[in-house]
């Protein structure tokens, strides 16, 4: 993949690239994050005009475009006119209470699910109606981290891992360890490697997911409510881990979360769906100070601030 950072042993890459760090690279030792444009500045999406959102030269094309977006489950309406882009090396965090259709946006990208109207764009291309042969291809470039790990039950956590690189093939077993030991460490499973995922916690199961969703050397990662069922020290270091993806190797994050301090650490911009419509799309910081009376519903009941009496 042409412009994504890539590593010496991984598929598809003939030139060096940066090493994939360890799980314990102190924060200060990050290189500094990119200063990503606030060309929307929070305004309204109600009064964006998209078509001005879509790119108008190629340098600037988001990676991913949602434009219009509109999906009903038993004529019931889940996403209403939905529009938001991703562009390259950012993380979007997608808020809002149960059952908006948070993770119906992911599913969407990923191509299990197709919008009732509108489009989805990934590199500029428009998913929307592509067969399921050219959604594998798209499949190679985003991944999903599912809530639920999505591991193999039979498999250890090495061939977890390394079950993608297999898939793909064009490696030596010696190559494919190499690279599974790298991706095991650098989310800290070293001491599970040879474990079953029924014995692993909740936290270690979303951890080795990232690590196999990685060995597809993706350029734009998914995470479903990658915080869910997992205790605050564990939610830290999935936030650290998802960090230091995006700062040492540049990928693009989107995450699904209700968790306002888990958004807080990562968020370049948020979506916030209400009532199935974008209601809120732009920085995190206009999110926070924001008086609309549903967001400042949606930080109380979070707990991320007190309501006043």
Aim: glycine share 8%; hydrophobic share 40%.
């Amino acid at each position: 993949m042409s412009d994504s950072p890539t590593n010496p042993e991984l598929p598809g890459s003939n030139i060096p690239g940066p090493e994939i760090p360890g799980p314990d690279v102190p924060a200060e030792e990050l290189p500094g994050s990119q200063d990503f444009s606030e060309e929307f500045g929070g305004i309204p999406p109600e009064i964006l005009d998209m078509d001005k959102l879509a790119p108008s030269a190629p340098d600037r094309e988001p990676i991913v475009f949602f434009k219009n977006v509109s999906i009903s489950f038993n004529d019931r309406p889940i996403l209403k006119d939905v529009s938001f882009a991703v562009d390259r090396g950012q993380t979007l965090c997608i808020l809002g209470r149960s059952g908006v259709g948070k993770s119906v946006a992911l599913r969407m990208l990923m191509g299990f699910l197709r919008p009732d109207s509108g489009s989805v764009h990934v590199e500029g291309k428009d998913i929307t109606r592509m067969s399921e042969e050219e959604m594998r291809a798209i499949r190679k470039r985003v991944t999903m981290v599912f809530q639920n790990g999505a591991l193999f039950d039979s498999m250890t956590v090495r061939e977890n891992v390394a079950f993608p690189l297999r898939e793909h093939g064009g490696l030596a077993e010696d190559q494919i360890q190499q690279i599974v030991e790298r991706l095991i460490s650098m989310v800290g499973a070293e001491d599970v490697q040879d474990a079953l995922p029924a014995s692993l916690s909740t936290g270690r199961k979303r951890a080795v997911a990232i690590a196999r969703a990685l060995a597809s050397q993706p350029e734009v990662v998914l995470y479903d409510e990658p915080t869910t069922m997992v205790d605050p020290i564990i939610a830290r270091r999935l936030g650290d881990l998802i960090q230091r993806l995006k700062r040492q190797l540049g990928f693009t994050s989107i995450v699904v979360t209700h968790d306002m301090r888990f958004a807080q650490r990562l968020a370049d911009k948020v979506l916030f769906l209400h009532l199935g419509r974008a209601h809120y799309y732009g920085p995190l910081a206009g999110f926070l100070s924001s008086t609309d009376p549903q967001i400042r519903q949606f930080l109380a009941l979070d707990a991320y601030i007190l309501p006043e009496k």
